[in-house]
């Protein structure tokens, strides 16, 4: 089973400022990488698939980059709506599709 | 619009049973893998199941292996889940998930909780 390790755990931003978030794979995912966004009481959201591309009606401001076992999400501006936690995954090597922790982004 | 709507959760005692469904609407269901996703209280992400497009392959997580059956009805636009002998480390949100570039259309979730 493949490891995916989020950091940090939580992140505090200031609005307008830039969030790096990390992930890492145990081994190697090519760039079948997912993103999630998910919002208390919601579903998640897809942002982002194979690494780098950004889902249907995904702003700007979130870009993917990475390939094999790092990976890093980018919001080049935090807006209030992006608060949030977010969730990579894999499903490069299944069964199991495996995500990582979360990294929750928080105002600060 | 897209959507997938569960439907079926509630509480169940320990060693009982419950299913699952999932109706799909607005797209052509019987082209997409599905998926069963669940949340614990307070927790992530983790993946239960997948079912291929005709139903003649699934995979399971190990801590539902033998426990739970992933089915769909493509004539009626439906995934289901069957969970038996519950537990209440089972105790989530199940959400159901289309599959296409990663988890693209994810329903609301129905809550799951196992408790005597």
């Known amino acids: 089973e493949i490891v995916m390790t989020q950091s940090p755990a939580t992140l505090s931003v200031s609005p307008g400022e830039r969030a790096t978030l990390s992930c890492r794979a145990s081994?190697?995912?090519?760039?079948?990488l997912a993103w999630y966004q998910q919002k208390p009481g919601q579903a998640p959201r897809l942002l982002i698939y194979g690494a780098s591309t950004r889902a249907t009606d995904i702003p700007a401001r979130f870009s993917g980059s990475g390939s094999g076992t790092d990976f890093t999400l980018t919001i080049s501006s935090l807006q209030s709506e992006d608060f949030a936690v977010y969730y990579c995954?894999?499903?490069?090597?299944?069964?199991?599709?495996?995500f990582g922790q979360g990294t929750k982004v928080e105002i600060k | 619009e897209v959507q997938l709507v569960e439907s079926g959760g509630g509480l169940v005692q320990p060693g009982g049973s419950l299913r699952l469904s999932c109706a799909a609407s607005?797209?052509?269901?019987?082209?997409?893998?599905m998926h069963w996703v669940r949340q614990g209280p307070g927790k992530g992400l983790v993946w239960v199941s997948r079912v291929n497009i005709d139903g003649r392959s699934t995979n399971y997580a190990d801590f539902v292996k033998g426990r739970f059956t992933i089915s769909r009805d493509n004539a009626k636009n439906t995934l289901y889940l069957q969970m038996n002998s519950l537990r209440a480390e089972d105790t989530a949100i199940y959400y159901c998930?289309?599959?296409?570039?990663?988890?693209?259309?994810w329903g609301q979730g129905t809550m799951v909780t196992v408790s005597s």
């Open positions: 607005e797209f052509t269901f019987s082209n997409y893998w």
């Open positions: 081994q190697s995912v090519s760039i079948k």
């Open positions: 998930v289309r599959e296409h570039r990663a988890f693209d259309i």
């Open positions: 995954q894999q499903y490069n090597n299944w069964p199991p599709y495996t």
